[in-house]
């Protein structure tokens, strides 16, 4: 497997457009409560003349060379952010800034870590209770279960627009895998190990494995028919 490439901007002085230049750089690595994105555009505006003419103040600390951009779009493809409710939201809360948001929607490390239905709820318990602490930061916990029986017709409008585009075929989902009725454990498993592209997505009607495979050692010769004496 190839390594991905990280090809970037730098100032390599401060001054006119020839200071900039293009270099390849170390790949980073996502430390401890922070995510590595993979830029797919950047936009180009006037801080950023600023920070090459060394009067942007946030960046005036800063010695060639370093990397230039000033935002950017893309998707996060290394994360060190706890999206999953590991370590009771700790590393979460921890690596939000002042004002900074915490919204959890689920606590699939808990049930990794085989943790009991007390345990959970003792975390989702303290996470609101931060909401408390000085500091400005906010945490949530988003349940949909609870929000649509708050707001039912935000769902019926939501679920009217998805069928729309599903005819149109202006979306298609991924299906990993159709399966049948006695695969529904082997599926779970799946499901746990991690690791899937697309939806597992169960077919009342469609036969069994053992159905559709061929028994072993039954190749093409064996269903041929013998030759005329």
Same mark, same amino acid.
């Given at each position: 497997m190839t390594e991905p490439q990280n090809r970037v901007v730098q100032v390599r002085c401060y001054g006119d457009p020839d200071g900039? !230049?293009?270099v390849d750089a170390?790949?980073?690595?996502?430390a401890r409560g922070e995510v590595r994105v993979r830029v797919l555009a950047s936009s180009l505006q006037y801080t950023d003349v600023l920070i090459r003419r060394h009067l942007y103040p946030q960046t005036t600390r800063c010695r060639p060379p370093f990397v230039m951009g000033y935002d950017v779009v893309g998707e996060i493809d290394q994360v060190d952010f706890d999206g999953v409710? !590991?370590?009771?939201?700790r590393r979460?809360?921890?690596?939000?800034k002042p004002g900074g948001l915490l919204l959890a929607i689920g606590y699939s490390a808990g049930v990794q870590a085989h943790q009991r239905m007390r345990t959970i709820l003792m975390s989702i318990a303290r996470m609101y209770l931060w909401r408390f602490l000085p500091g400005g930061r906010h945490?949530?916990?988003y349940s949909i279960n609870a929000m649509r029986a708050r707001h039912p017709a935000w769902f019926h409008e939501d679920l009217e627009r998805l069928l729309g585009l599903l005819a149109t075929h202006a979306i298609r989902p991924r299906v990993a895998e159709r399966i049948s009725f006695d695969e529904v454990a082997d599926?779970?498993?799946?499901i746990e190990a991690g690791g899937l592209e697309g939806k597992l997505v169960l077919c009342p009607d469609l036969p069994s494995r053992r159905d559709r495979v061929p028994p072993r050692g039954l190749g093409a010769a064996a269903v041929q028919?013998?030759?005329a004496s």
């Open positions: 900039l !230049e293009v170390i790949v980073p690595t996502a409710g !590991e370590d009771g939201y979460s809360f921890a690596a939000l945490t949530r916990f599926a779970h498993r799946r028919a013998a030759p």
